[in-house]
């Protein structure tokens, strides 16, 4: 069973920054490609940004390309998001995902969700 606990979430005006964090359980990164996703009031679960099973590539939506940027600590079997530059339509709440596929870019190949931690930009 794979466990994703995030943290980092809060209230930050436009052009601020904020960091996420996703703590995995187990054997998380080597078994399982993870990632980013958000959800806005309204709107569908999109894809922000995520790293291939076993961490050797990266991917990002192109509403965040330049702005986002995804890391990770594979001692502390942690996952990073780097939100710089937020936006008010960057708003949602955002959720740490896994999936036993080689890369995760559609919430329809998740395995594993966290609990999620809300982002509200204010402009």
């Known amino acids: 069973q794979v466990q994703l606990v995030e943290s980092g979430g809060g209230l930050v005006q436009a052009g601020g920054s904020l960091r996420l964090s996703c703590a995995a359980s187990?054997?998380?990164?080597?078994?399982?490609?993870v990632g980013w996703f958000r959800q806005a009031p309204g709107k569908e679960r999109e894809f922000v940004a995520g790293?291939?099973?076993?961490?050797?590539?990266?991917s990002y939506a192109d509403s965040v390309k330049g702005r986002f940027s995804i890391s990770k600590d594979n001692a502390k079997l942690t996952v990073f998001l780097q939100m710089n530059s937020l936006k008010p339509e960057d708003t949602a709440v955002y959720y740490c995902?896994?999936?036993?596929?080689?890369?995760?870019?559609?919430?329809?190949?998740?395995?594993?969700w966290g609990q999620g931690t809300q982002v509200t930009v204010s402009s």
């Open positions: 995902a896994a999936s036993s596929s080689v890369i995760v870019t559609s919430s329809s190949l998740v395995n594993y």
């Open positions: 187990g054997r998380t990164f080597s078994n399982h490609a």
């Open positions: 790293f291939s099973r076993g961490g050797t590539m990266t």
